[in-house]
């Protein structure tokens, strides 16, 4: 069985950095691409991220390139995202999501971010 | 950027009912359209793909159809955990969209 598990998310100061993280099990991760997915507080959903199964190449939405970075460690099932230059749009429940064919077939149950002074 | 729209925003039906919800893509996607589910407080879930494959484990009464620009998602009889909301995504181009969401309630 698929399991993600998000932790690292938390209450952060506008321009402030958070890192967070999502723990992989029950597949075989280095041969899967994987994403993030955010939710804003009441609203839908909106892809942020996603990274290559080998970590080759990352894709970013516009709103979050240059502030936010994708990484993966295929050796621990581990995926990352660092965020930066945090802003108060920023603020959502974050989900990892193991990806194919760029559709979201497994999501983690998500981590909330919090942007606020 | 392929914008998604999804209409109607609420859908009030009975059990048993019939529910079918839209999305529009403003430019072709092909079939490269996903539906997802999403209960409150829980992730959302892959029930379709590629406009009508239903993913493992999806019950036979959710129906996809469509291309182009032009998807819908069916529910040919309602069951109590089925009301939830419902959003399209589109694998086309990039960035990965999303539409705004179709919320299916109890009457």
């Known amino acids: 069985e698929v399991q993600l598990v998000e932790s690292g998310g938390g209450l952060v100061q506008p321009g402030g950095s958070l890192r967070l993280s999502c723990a992989a099990s029950g597949f075989t991760f280095s041969s899967s691409w994987m994403g993030w997915v955010r939710q804003a507080p009441g609203k839908g959903l909106e892809w942020v991220a996603n990274?290559?199964?080998?970590?080759?190449?990352?894709f970013y939405v516009d709103s979050v390139k240059g502030r936010f970075t994708i990484s993966r460690d295929n050796a621990k099932n581990s995926l990352s995202l660092q965020m930066n230059s945090l802003r108060v749009e920023d603020t959502a429940v974050y989900y990892c999501?193991?990806?194919?064919?760029?559709?979201?077939?497994?999501w983690g149950l998500g981590t909330l971010v919090t942007v606020s002074s | 950027e392929i914008v998604l729209t999804q209409s109607p925003a609420t859908l009030s039906l009975s059990p048993g009912e019939r529910a079918t919800l839209s999305c529009r893509a403003s430019?072709?996607?092909?079939?490269?359209l996903a539906w997802y589910q999403q209960k409150p407080g829980q992730a959302p879930r892959l029930l379709i793909y590629?406009?009508?494959n239903r993913a493992t484990g999806i019950p036979a009464r959710f129906s996809g159809s469509g291309s182009g620009t032009d998807f819908t998602l069916t529910i040919s009889s309602l069951e109590p955990e089925d009301f939830a909301v419902y959003y399209c995504q589109q694998r086309s181009n990039w960035p990965r969209t999303f539409g705004q969401g179709t919320k299916v309630e109890i009457k």
């Open positions: 990274i290559k199964q080998d970590g080759s190449g990352d």
């Open positions: 590629d406009a009508s």
């Open positions: 430019q072709s996607v092909g079939s490269y």
């Open positions: 999501a193991k990806e194919g064919g760029g559709y979201f077939w497994s």
